[in-house]
């Protein structure tokens, strides 16, 4: 231990003697546990078996929307969980310091980049709103965004605008979803950019559509539109990238964000409650803290009554306040899973699983697909419409013949498909044929 750090725990009166530490501490990182007899990662049905709590009556197809827990993940919870309410003070004490940093070490391995550029929070929702209240907008810029990011994308920017008395601009990326195109995209962006944009917000996958984002590109288009501007004017791009987190085989901190938000209790199957934020740490030191940030750091100058002289920092994040523990810690096990699985291999089996639904529901009769078919737009959702039947209504018809789809809580709202790791080509053939049948 630094002496900073001993200084730290013991005038934030959170250290105990070294020798009355429960051995329950030294166990800090929980491994990944999975069945014995299902542990080959590479076989699908073991894949499956790993989530032995989610109903087997059902045809799951919105499992993008909230994690069952699969088993190593659900083990983690539960060993932590077990192991704080065993000796809160003690188990909690030994391991919230070190904690964080192992974690953004299992997510860096995830994402690219390096641990310290990872922050911990408890949703998406959550990362979108530390990043828009912290960004240094001020009155007379604009923050350019689409029509097309979900609700809690468009109040965090409304909020932060707000504040500051900055203007919103959202603007449509496509004219017809059946003829998008990157360049129609990429173009559209391009063009909207004035010299007022300090902030461009997109969504990668977009949840009302299905429609995915060349991420790359708009980060290469803003990049050509900031060597004009000083470094203090450049444009910000912010992604919201839940849908492709977890379902894509990128690494993030290559895909030209300046902030990268995601859920990662959604595609990546981590504990419910968690959530990551990706920022390289130029981009961390010029965010605003809008949340007391429990570090040594900005303890220390509280308590010596002196200014904060260090930088925002992702950790900072990651350590504010007291939350649900297990689940945060738990949260490396589910990286570990996809490890295991593969990236490549997991977004090749989603790929596959969505084009094998599209393709049948192109083929069907009074059915529009609204979600651009190939890989190159699109990514684990599916939206579309059975000609006379509103969205809901074929939500329900589906839930009759226990087969789980939503609707997509946007203005034009469609039925919503999510092929994923949970689901085997069976199930997609038999969801087909029941849309078939609605639809005749
Ligand atoms: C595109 C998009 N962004 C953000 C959210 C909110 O995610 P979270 O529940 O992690 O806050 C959702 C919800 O599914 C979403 O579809």
Same mark, same amino acid.
């Given at each position: 231990?630094?002496?900073?750090?001993?200084?730290?725990?013991?005038?934030?009166?959170?250290?105990?003697?070294?020798?009355?530490?429960?051995?329950?501490?030294?166990?800090?990182?929980?491994?990944?546990?999975?069945?014995?007899?299902?542990?080959?990662? +590479?076989?699908?049905?073991?894949?499956?078996?790993?989530?032995?709590?989610?109903?087997?009556?059902?045809?799951?197809?919105?499992?993008?929307?909230?994690?069952?827990?699969?088993?190593?993940?659900?083990?983690?919870?539960?060993?932590?969980?077990?192991?704080?309410?065993?000796?809160?003070?003690?188990?909690?004490?030994?391991?919230?310091?070190?904690?964080?940093?192992? &974690? +953004?070490?299992?997510?860096?391995?995830?994402?690219?980049?390096?641990?310290?550029?990872?922050?911990?929070?408890?949703?998406?929702?959550?990362?979108?709103?530390?990043?828009?209240?912290?960004?240094?907008?001020?009155?007379?810029?604009?923050?350019?965004?689409?029509?097309?990011?979900?609700?809690?994308?468009?109040?965090?920017?409304?909020?932060?605008?707000?504040?500051?008395?900055?203007?919103?601009?959202?603007?449509?990326?496509?004219?017809?979803?059946?003829?998008?195109?990157?360049?129609?995209?990429?173009?559209?962006?391009?063009?909207?950019?004035?010299?007022?944009?300090?902030?461009?917000?997109?969504?990668?996958?977009?949840?009302?559509?299905?429609?995915?984002?060349?991420?790359?590109?708009?980060?290469?288009? &803003?990049?050509?539109?900031?060597?004009?501007?000083?470094?203090?004017?450049?444009?910000?791009?912010?992604?919201?990238?839940?849908?492709?987190?977890?379902?894509?085989?990128?690494?993030?901190?290559?895909?030209?964000?300046?902030?990268?938000?995601?859920?990662?209790?959604?595609?990546?199957?981590?504990?419910?409650?968690?959530?990551?934020?990706?920022?390289?740490?130029?981009?961390?030191?010029?965010? +605003?803290?809008?949340?007391?940030?429990?570090?040594?750091?900005?303890?220390?100058?509280?308590?010596?009554?002196?200014?904060?002289?260090?930088?925002?920092?992702?950790?900072?994040?990651?350590?504010?306040?007291?939350?649900?523990?297990?689940?945060?810690?738990?949260?490396?096990?589910?990286?570990?899973?996809?490890?295991?699985?593969?990236?490549?291999? &997991?977004?090749?089996?989603?790929?596959?699983?969505?084009?094998?639904?599209?393709?049948?529901?192109?083929?069907?009769?009074?059915?529009?697909?609204?979600?651009?078919?190939?890989?190159?737009?699109?990514?684990?959702?599916?939206?579309?419409?059975?000609?006379?039947?509103?969205?809901?209504?074929?939500?329900?018809?589906?839930?009759?013949?226990?087969?789980?789809?939503?609707?997509?809580?946007?203005?034009?709202?469609?039925?919503?498909?999510?092929?994923?790791?949970?689901?085997?080509?069976?199930? &997609?053939?038999?969801?087909?044929?029941?849309?078939?049948?609605?639809?005749?």
């Amino acid at each position: 231990m630094s002496i900073n750090r001993r200084h730290f725990l013991i005038n934030t009166g959170i250290a105990v003697a070294a020798g009355a530490i429960s051995a329950a501490g030294q166990n800090s990182v929980v491994k990944a546990t999975l069945n014995p007899a299902v542990n080959d990662l +590479q076989n699908w049905a073991n894949v499956r078996e790993q989530f032995d709590t989610i109903s087997r009556d059902y045809i799951h197809l919105s499992s993008f929307f909230l994690v069952s827990h699969p088993r190593p993940v659900r083990e983690a919870i539960e060993k932590y969980r077990r192991a704080i309410d065993d000796n809160p003070f003690l188990f909690v004490e030994q391991n919230i310091m070190e904690m964080p940093a192992r &974690i +953004q070490a299992a997510v860096a391995e995830y994402t690219g980049g390096k641990p310290e550029e990872i922050a911990l929070t408890n949703s998406t929702t959550m990362g979108l709103a530390f990043v828009y209240q912290g960004l240094p907008l001020k009155a007379g810029q604009e923050v350019l965004t689409t029509a097309h990011d979900h609700f809690v994308h468009h109040e965090a920017i409304r909020l932060a605008a707000a504040r500051v008395g900055a203007s919103v601009k959202k603007i449509a990326l496509f004219e017809y979803l059946s003829t998008v195109s990157e360049d129609e995209i990429v173009g559209r962006i391009s063009k909207a950019i004035t010299p007022k944009t300090r902030v461009v917000g997109i969504t990668w996958v977009h949840s009302g559509t299905g429609l995915k984002l060349p991420v790359r590109r708009i980060a290469d288009a &803003i990049g050509e539109a900031n060597k004009a501007r000083a470094e203090a004017d450049r444009i910000l791009l912010v992604v919201d990238g839940v849908h492709g987190f977890g379902v894509e085989d990128a690494a993030v901190a290559e895909m030209g964000a300046d902030f990268f938000i995601a859920g990662t209790h959604k595609w990546i199957f981590g504990p419910r409650g968690t959530g990551i934020v990706w920022a390289k740490p130029d981009n961390w030191k010029i965010l +605003q803290m809008t949340f007391p940030a429990f570090s040594m750091e900005t303890v220390g100058a509280w308590m010596s009554g002196t200014p904060l002289k260090a930088p925002m920092q992702a950790a900072w994040i990651s350590q504010g306040g007291f939350h649900a523990f297990e689940h945060e810690w738990a949260l490396p096990a589910a990286f570990e899973f996809h490890k295991q699985i593969g990236r490549a291999r &997991i977004a090749e089996r989603i790929h596959a699983l969505n084009d094998q639904m599209k393709e049948g529901l192109a083929k069907i009769a009074n059915v529009k697909l609204y979600t651009p078919r190939g890989n190159r737009l699109s990514s684990g959702l599916i939206c579309f419409d059975v000609e006379g039947m509103r969205s809901d209504e074929v939500v329900k018809r589906l839930l009759e013949k226990r087969i789980v789809a939503s609707t997509a809580p946007y203005r034009d709202s469609y039925a919503r498909l999510a092929p994923s790791l949970l689901n085997t080509p069976e199930e &997609i053939e038999t969801t087909l044929r029941q849309i078939k049948t609605l639809a005749a």
